[in-house]
Every structure is written in structure tokens, then in C-alpha cells.
T-cell receptor
């Protein structure tokens, strides 16, 4: 699987949009981008995933650049409960496993 | 989303004893489950892939005789930490993907088990 690079931490004001970047410059054509988050002492929670088109669901939006070398997870109105470590994972279409990188610790502040 | 349940959520055991952790998919069938370990302030590390009806496959550096995995049904996988030592103290997390889902479906994670070996 392609390697991902994320900033170790970010701050965001409550109510504002949180934009979390992820670089995956070695991504190949059959690899998907997945986002998970982990709130302290809990199991990871699925957020969203995509291949090349932008995706949106009730939790977040995923913006993938045209060359697919980077993506951004957008939480439109961050709340204190969104404080967590956010993991960007690139996984092959026909490969079963998820390998986690170091993630981004998002701190949402009042 | 689908629900994956782990039991127990916390366990304390004495050094030298064995501990079994259960992982259940509550509302879907999972031919494959995964076991992770997470040390404080670190990311999740994949330990092994649990395959229903067959032997688990272990990641490099994970001792298969120490971490016994059994996947006897489509909804249950167990991880047994044998002869536990204090350095085995960690947060153990399982995940599962639906057997009926396509290859690009997400994995769902359990709430984790905090193991403390004293």
C-alpha cells in the first residue's frame, strides 16, 4: 500500500471547518483513500472513503486532487466531540488489510 | 454502520496466565477479521488476519504461539494471549469486514480491550 503523510497535530475552533490534509504521492490507480478517526481509548470509527471523485456523507467531505497525490478531509462544523486522531489510509482495491500510519491529532477548541 | 463488539473491555491478569479476548460481528457475517495492538501514544499495529475456518496469518514479528487466534464461525474470532507478561499490556482492537461486501468496503472496529498484566 502507498505510504501516507499527515501533520502530527492541528487545532480548530469549535464551529469552524476542520481541513485535514493527507499526502499519498505514490498512490496507484487501484488504491482507495480511507479516513478513520480514533477518539481516546476507543476503536477507530470509519468516516469516509473514495477513489478519485470527491465524496460527501453525513460526517464529512473528502476532496481528492485530480492527480490523486493528496486529499483533504473536511469536517464542516467541528465540535468538541470531533477531537480525535484522524488516520488517512491508502488501500489496494483487492487487498484486505488496513495499515495505520501515525495520523493527525485534531484538537477542537472552544 | 455495522457493529463489532469486543469482550472484555478491560482485563487485568497475573503474569504467566493466559487471557482470551472475543470479537463478534453482531449484525453481519465476517469471513475475515483483523487483530491490532496499540501501545500508548502510538498508532494501531496490525498483528494478524483471522480467517474463518482456517489458520490465521500473522504479520512479521508477531509470535503466533503467543497470540493464538481462532475464527470458528462467521461472527466470532478470539485472540488468546498466552503466558502473558507485563510487556504484553496494551490496547487490543479487532476489526471485521462484511463477507457480502465488495472489495472496497470499509472495515468496522470493536471498542478495544485494555489488557494490563501485573
Amino acid at each position: 500500500d502507498a505510504k501516507t503523510t499527515q501533520p502530527p497535530s492541528m487545532d480548530c475552533a469549535e464551529g469552524r471547518a476542520a481541513n485535514l490534509p493527507c499526502n499519498h504521492s505514490t498512490i496507484s490507480g487501484n488504491e482507495y483513500v480511507y479516513w478513520y478517526r480514533q477518539i481516546h481509548s476507543q476503536g477507530p470509527q470509519y468516516i469516509i472513503h473514495g477513489l478519485k471523485n470527491n465524496e460527501t456523507n453525513e460526517m464529512a467531505s473528502l476532496i481528492i486532487t485530480e492527480d490523486r497525490k493528496s486529499s483533504t478531509l473536511i469536517l464542516p462544523h467541528a465540535t468538541l466531540r470531533d477531537t480525535a486522531v484522524y488516520y488517512c489510509i491508502v488501500r489496494q482495491y483487492n487487498f484486505n488489510k488496513f495499515y495505520f500510519g501515525s495520523g493527525t491529532k485534531l484538537n477542537v477548541k472552544p | 454502520g455495522a457493529v463489532v463488539s469486543q469482550h472484555p473491555s478491560r482485563v487485568i491478569c497475573k503474569s504467566g496466565t493466559s487471557v482470551k479476548i472475543e470479537c463478534r460481528s453482531l449484525d453481519f457475517q465476517a469471513t475475515t477479521m483483523f487483530w491490532y495492538r496499540q501501545f500508548p501514544k502510538q498508532s494501531l499495529m496490525l498483528m494478524a488476519t483471522s480467517n474463518e475456518g482456517s489458520k490465521a496469518t500473522y504479520e512479521q514479528g508477531v509470535e503466533k504461539d503467543k497470540f493464538l487466534i481462532n475464527h470458528a464461525s462467521l461472527t466470532l474470532s478470539t485472540l488468546t494471549v498466552t503466558s502473558a507478561h507485563p510487556e504484553d499490556s496494551s490496547f487490543y482492537i479487532c476489526s471485521a469486514r462484511s463477507a457480502s461486501g465488495g472489495r472496497n468496503t470499509e472495515a468496522f472496529f470493536g471498542q478495544g480491550t485494555r489488557l494490563t498484566v501485573v
